[in-house]
T-cell receptor
């Protein structure tokens, strides 16, 4: 079974530029999560989708971050404009919706904002 | 707010030794915990979980112990190998739909860095 796919693996941009990350969850997984992991910390949830609907986006900085999962499968996370403090690893995870919160993570996208 | 936290940020052991990684939680209503392993350059990987109606759960070379009285859980790794070197996180579901379903977000602790020396 293929795991959660993310691209790109690395991205370097200057502040005030925009950037987008892509995630393809495990086939059949209804729930998709985007986490931000700052160096030395645990992942922090940004947004959670159930199929193509948003379940929780309370910690998403909506003035600059946006995410969508139009067809209930792939998802994109966008930052516009980026700030220095957005430098982090952005992790995508998915779960089947039946298991007890066992979320399967992708390798992440490491973003550096200069 | 509720959180999970770790006592020790780093742990260094010799190959073959047993490792114990600790985690404290603050929400006495928490009923489900998960341990994840994160190797360098990779996403967190599920190791083992435990529900609050259990005190102990064993997997392959790993055991999780839950002490609800002092709100503490630990991950024990037997015969630690160099491949076990990673950051270990305990995590719990939180949010309005938490409570054992798959719809709750996970709140992660800071993590413990385990280094295994050959």
């Amino acid at each position: 079974e293929a795991g959660v796919a993310q691209s790109p693996r690395y991205k370097i941009i200057e502040k005030r530029q925009s950037v987008a990350f892509w995630c393809n969850p495990i086939s059949g997984h209804a729930t998709l999560y985007w986490y931000q992991q700052i160096l030395g910390q645990g992942p922090k949830l940004l947004i959670q989708f159930q199929n193509n609907g948003v379940v929780d986006d309370s910690q998403l900085p909506k003035d600059r971050f946006s995410a969508e999962r139009l067809k209930g499968v792939d998802s994109t996370l966008k930052i516009q404009p980026a700030k220095l403090e957005d430098s982090a690893v952005y992790l995508c995870a998915s779960s089947a919706g039946l298991a007890k919160n066992i979320q399967y993570f992708g390798a992440g996208t490491r973003l550096s904002v200069l | 707010g509720e959180s999970v936290g770790l006592h020790l940020p780093t742990l260094s052991v010799q190959e073959g030794d047993n490792s114990i990684i600790n985690c404290a939680y603050s929400n006495s209503a928490s009923d489900y915990f998960i341990w994840y392993k994160q190797e360098s350059g990779k996403g967190p990987q599920f190791i083992i979980d435990i529900r609050s109606n259990m005190d102990k759960r064993q997997g392959q070379r790993v055991t999780v112990l839950l002490n609800k009285t002092v709100k503490h859980l630990s991950l024990q790794i037997a015969a630690t190998q160099p491949g076990d070197s990673a950051v270990y996180f305990c995590a719990e579901p939180s949010g309005p739909d938490a409570g054992g379903t798959s719809y709750g977000k996970l709140t992660f602790g800071q993590g413990t860095i385990l280094t295994v020396h050959p």
